[in-house]
């Protein structure tokens, strides 16, 4: 089954076509390839910048997904283009788009392009949650097939990321349950903003991840583990945002900048812990054993080295994401996620009522 | 092109022979602590286009510069006392960092708001390269653009065509480099928004309150919404609460406090998306919440994009974090709302002081 999938959820236009859990081609077109830029270091708000790129992506993802095989004679030609793409959607089965959670001006734009492709080419529209798509993003396949992994059902899902960080049962393939969650901050997000109080500019993760380890990911500084004693699955980061502010005021400059790579070392590590603290939680609450985590900052190789310790402990297994670019926002976990909900005969009903919902739940 | 092989007695050598090809507007491909670099005189024009060319890439994608020392760093690029300190300590390192340029160095290298990507690293033949130098070389990898980068010469060799050889002056190879990860880039520009003066805004009355627990700052807000919800048909526009206070003061625990009254209780921080909308019950006669963070913003222009103005022409409350910013859309919010101006101070660890004007 092959599902051409849009996310314009943040800040990254992407698309790609997908062949059951098989990546055919992903195609993502950051702010930071066309405002030149630094690897993602100015984020934006862009709903012209989707606007501006989504055909150019959808006609790229369809190009590379090199199933037009039968048309290679034309596409020399330039009136055959438009030709080229429509031989390319006849191959396409269903429509797939990311309908929430994200930014709202940015959410429209791709559902704006599925509609059109829908009316245009008489195609099934499959709404896909951008955090279904993250959690599949674990079970994700290069074109080839690659990594096998097979689904070893219930999950305990860990989805941490800038904007995320949940705790979720997933029992079967579209069976998912919000067991735990942020009350105000997401995890990524804490450590964006502790790099800022450091001023380390943007973005902090990475940066703060390389420092340290650098500093040999020690914690000297011991940070308050926000809701270690809730006794619920939920997370808060903005009382650790206010404790580092408060010690980072009281520190003398000098000693602030000597101290940079231990302090955020430990910052980090508060953060981490908490996630552990309540991933274990859930373990010995739930009896679940195999660990799924995804999102942004599960790239992060020292919370990798955590939660495979924290599976070794209870003789379960961890996956992350399988490649490098399914840890950020992209179209590929969506066309799975998507695929998986296909079979399970979910498309959008009333395809003019349709519309984007920003705070959307599991 | 000539390849010369960098081993540990020669490097010397090496580095005079780069050098004089260097001065003569040449292309080298050198070794770096990352992957193998493309090298040439970042202050020559003439050069850079050269490389450019060679790179495929289009005008206007930023290239950033080895310096060898924080001497040469700050000859290149803007830096203020509090962002040296910080330097000295990370420097040298895997790291890119961004800075106002000076513009010594070609333009065509920063980036379109003047910034420039500045790399001391920790490499020993880069360092000695540089500094015998003395001005600063480009440190961008040796592959077309949309290419990846490659950690041997061999590898390099096997996607260049016959013409893009030709380009190369010298190649440098040190065999096989360890797989490290790119630098990673650390942006320290500052922001170039308006940021509200007191004096923007007039108001009739203000009220101070002292918080001492997250409860309390959220029953604060709920008082001062209820106060405004009372008046009758007083105003029949928006309603704008604009937030301002320093990181972890809880301006987000004082959006929930209003969400919570409006039947939302599970309102989060919206900084990674920028806002969230919330639609309101009937009763309210406001029809949705919107709960925006200016904190990522940066630059005017992305103003434009939240759609503010189409936001104003309904009757909506808006809760805006980190409010200041909002410099740039003051008059829009003034002219189609009412303004309630919330600021959020650090008594202590605990205590909030929350000073309300409206």
């Known amino acids: 089954m092959k599902i051409l999938a849009i996310d314009t959820s943040c800040d990254e236009t992407s698309a790609a076509v997908v062949d059951g859990r098989r990546v055919l081609s992903n195609v993502i077109y950051s702010q930071v390839l066309l405002h030149k830029k630094w690897g993602g270091v100015v984020p934006s708000i862009a709903k012209r910048a989707h606007e501006e790129r989504i055909d150019f992506v959808v006609d790229e993802a369809l190009k590379k997904s090199k199933f037009q095989i039968s048309n290679v004679k034309h596409s020399f030609d330039i009136c055959h283009l438009d030709f080229d793409i429509k031989n390319s959607m006849s191959k396409i089965d269903y429509l797939a788009v990311t309908y929430g959670p994200g930014l709202a001006v940015a959410l429209e734009v791709g559902i704006k392009k599925v509609k059109e492709l829908s009316k245009k080419y008489n195609k099934k529209i499959i709404p896909v949650n951008h955090m279904e798509g993250h959690i599949y993003s674990c079970f994700t396949q290069n074109s080839k097939g690659n990594p096998k992994r097979e689904f070893t059902f219930p999950y305990l899902v860990l989805l941490v990321s800038g904007g995320h960080t949940e705790i979720v049962l997933w029992k079967d393939y579209l069976d998912f349950q919000i067991i735990g969650k942020t009350t105000d901050d997401a995890a990524g997000e804490a450590l964006d903003k502790a790099a800022k109080m450091l001023g380390l500019g943007y973005p902090g993760g990475p940066v703060i991840e390389r420092l340290a380890e650098e500093a040999g990911n020690v914690d000297p500084y011991k940070f308050p583990r926000p809701m270690r004693k809730s006794g619920d699955l939920n997370f808060s980061f903005s009382g650790l945002k206010t404790a580092f502010y408060y010690f980072l005021q009281k520190m003398p400059e000098e000693e602030k900048n000597k101290m940079i790579k231990e302090l955020v070392s430990s910052f980090q590590e508060a953060v981490f812990d908490s996630l552990l603290i309540k991933t274990e939680a859930a373990i010995k609450q739930i009896g679940i054993i195999n660990l799924v985590v995804a999102g942004g900052v599960a790239a992060n190789r020292e919370l990798r080295k955590r939660m495979k310790n924290l599976a070794k402990k209870y003789k379960g297994s961890v996956v992350y994401p399988p490649y490098k670019y399914l840890n950020g926002d992209n179209a590929a976990m969506i066309g799975v996620a998507a695929f998986f909900k296909a079979k399970a005969g979910i498309f959008v009903k009333h395809i003019e009522a349709f519309d984007r919902i920003p705070r959307l739940s599991l | ?358």
């Open chain 2, 1 to 358: 092109m000539k390849v010369i092989r960098l081993t540990d007695n020669n490097q010397a050598k090496v580095i005079k022979e780069a050098i004089k090809i260097i001065k003569n507007l040449g292309l080298v491909v050198f070794p770096t602590d990352t992957v193998y670099g493309l090298l040439i005189d970042a202050t020559n024009e003439k050069a850079v286009k050269k490389l450019l060319k060679f790179k495929n890439r289009p005008a206007g994608k930023a290239i950033s510069v080895f310096v060898n020392d924080l001497v040469m760093l700050k000859d290149n690029v803007k830096v203020n006392n509090k962002q040296e300190k910080m330097l000295d300590q990370i420097l040298p390192g895997h790291f890119t960092v961004v800075l106002s340029s000076r513009h010594k160095v070609s333009k065509l290298l920063e980036s379109e708001k003047g910034t420039l990507g500045v790399r001391f690293i920790k490499y020993k033949p880069i360092i000695d390269l540089v500094k015998k130098y003395g001005k600063p070389l480009t440190a961008t990898s040796a592959n077309l653009a949309s290419r990846s980068p490659h950690h041997s010469v061999e590898s390099l060799f096997n996607e260049l065509s016959e013409t893009k050889k030709k380009m190369i002056d010298l190649v440098v190879d040190a065999g096989k480099l360890p797989p490290n990860k790119p630098s990673t880039v650390i942006d320290l520009t500052s922001e170039k928004l308006k940021i509200i003066r007191q004096g923007d805004m007039v108001f009739n009355q203000s009220q101070s309150f002292i918080s001492s627990s997250e409860d309390e700052t959220k029953k604060i807000a709920s008082f001062i919404l209820q106060k405004l919800l009372k008046v009758k048909n007083a105003d029949l526009r928006s309603l704008t609460f604009i937030i301002e206070g320093d990181l972890g003061v809880g301006k987000t625990i004082f959006v929930k406090g209003i969400g919570e009254y409006l039947g939302w209780d599970d309102i989060i921080s919206p900084t990674f998306v920028v806002y969230y909308e919330y639609p309101l019950l009937k009763k309210f006669s406001f029809k949705k919440l919107y709960h925006f963070d200016l904190y990522q913003l940066t630059d005017t222009e992305e103003f434009k994009y939240l759609g503010i103005n189409e936001i104003l022409n309904d009757k909506n409350i808006l809760c805006i974090e980190w409010g200041e910013k909002a410099g740039e859309i003051m008059e829009l919010l003034k002219k189609k709302s009412k303004i309630v101006y919330v600021n959020m101070k650090y008594v202590d660890e605990k205590k909030r002081k929350i000073i309300v004007n409206y």
